[in-house]
């Protein structure tokens, strides 16, 4: 099923709802936001300039920086009267990201996470279990309105208490489960832990995961373990947060809700645009939003773009799974690594699970990196010669396969530490504010 007909327009007509919204939001910013107008004149552009969509190349780029220099309302384009909610943005460092809504862009924002949960299969008579965090982060109450808003049952469980959530998944009878994808690992592996017979005790049929980069590995053990149809699901705190795409059971690229988000790839480092199916850093602009328009953001998220019709019927373009961040590529001793490769060669290694984090720390002048991993509770009670030979191996295909010299340190489960119920994939101690 399809959720709302935007998603389905041709693409002459979509291209011509997006021209429209593009030029208003051109408009706002440049008469409300002192920031926009002096960049637009910076750049010596103005939104009557705006004649087509290709012409958005011509409008300057928002930097997260920006809405930092601007804390905490800065950027907002309506008067506190109207701004009906506030968030923030999670984990880095100074002062956090701070967004608002007015009630169109909660409406909005509503309407595009019931698309997600349709994408899912969801309909009112479903039941979502709703493990994202509640709070400042747009996780908890992201989910929470969208699956409201296709009638569904809401359990607003939120994060933590891992036995309690099982029991109450159970009891309830949750068919939806919508969690980060490590904390649905993490709940698997508890309820195995306390004997769960999976098949019988759960009623789950899918789940919409995401806000964390996340492997294929990782995504197959969470569906297979679950027996679930897994969902995923991107956004972003500056943007609206989870709902900007989603998968539907047909491929694993996301399809963006284009009606609302304009989206581009550019190169990072050139700032230049790039071609359909080419991978670098995606960049959007918002359509509708009143409280916080923001005019081409770079998220600092790598992917691609993708036209091809899906089989769904929905014409709106997809990307690909987040493959990593422009600024999350660490490089140690001249070598890039890619967090995502080591949580592949964790991924196809018995004997571990996927809850890992990498840290990068310096040693004289050079570069070296310890990987913990956790072990799986069925690997404890193996012998201390069985556990180096684990370690050996995870080290030989780190080798083999990153190029790189890593120290695995293997360690209990559930011990390796989590920041707002994310986990903390990379603590880089070479920098200065680490
Ligand atoms: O994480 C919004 C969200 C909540 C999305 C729940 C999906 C589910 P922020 O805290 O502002 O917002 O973090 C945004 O998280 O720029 C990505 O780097 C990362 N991220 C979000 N979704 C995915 C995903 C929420 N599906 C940042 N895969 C983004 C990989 C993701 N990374």
Partial sequence: MIYAKEESLRREDLQKLQLQRLQDTAERVYTLTPFYKEKFDETGVTPEDIQSLEDIQKLPFTKKKDLRDHYPFGLFTVPMSQVVRVHSSSGTTGKPTVVGYTKEDMDVWDEVMARVFTMAGGS?????????????????????????????????????????????????????????????????????????????????????????????????????????????????????????????KHSKLLHVAEDHFYVEIIDSKTGDVLPDGERGELVITSLTKQALPIIRYRTGDITSLHREPCGCGRTLVRMESIVGRADDMIIVNGVNVYPSQVEHVIANTEGVTLNYQIIADKKGHLDKLDILVEVSDEIMTDSIADMERLKKEIQRELANNLYINASVKLVEPRTIERSMGKAVRVVDKRRDDA
């Avoid at 493990?131 to 994060?159: D, Q, R, V, W």
């Avoid at 197959?220 to 995923?232: A, F, L, N, P, Q």
């Fill in 124 to 248: 009112a008579e479903d039941v979502v279990h709703n493990a994202y965090g509640y709070g400042l982060f747009t996780g908890g109450l992201g989910f929470h309105n969208g699956a409201e808003k296709i009638g569904a049952t809401l359990i607003p469980a939120s994060s933590g208490f891992t036995d309690r959530q099982n029991m109450l998944m159970k009891d309830f009878k949750a068919t939806i489960l919508a969690s980060t994808p490590s904390f649905a690992l993490h709940m698997a592996e508890a309820a195995k832990k306390s004997g769960a017979d999976f098949k019988n005790d759960f009623k789950l049929k899918s789940g919409v995961f995401g806000a964390e980069p996340t492997s294929e590995g990782l995504k197959e053990e969470v569906s297979k373990v679950w027996g679930i149809d897994y969902h995923e699901v991107y956004g972003l705190s500056e943007i609206i947060g989870p709902g900007v795409s989603c998968n539907c």
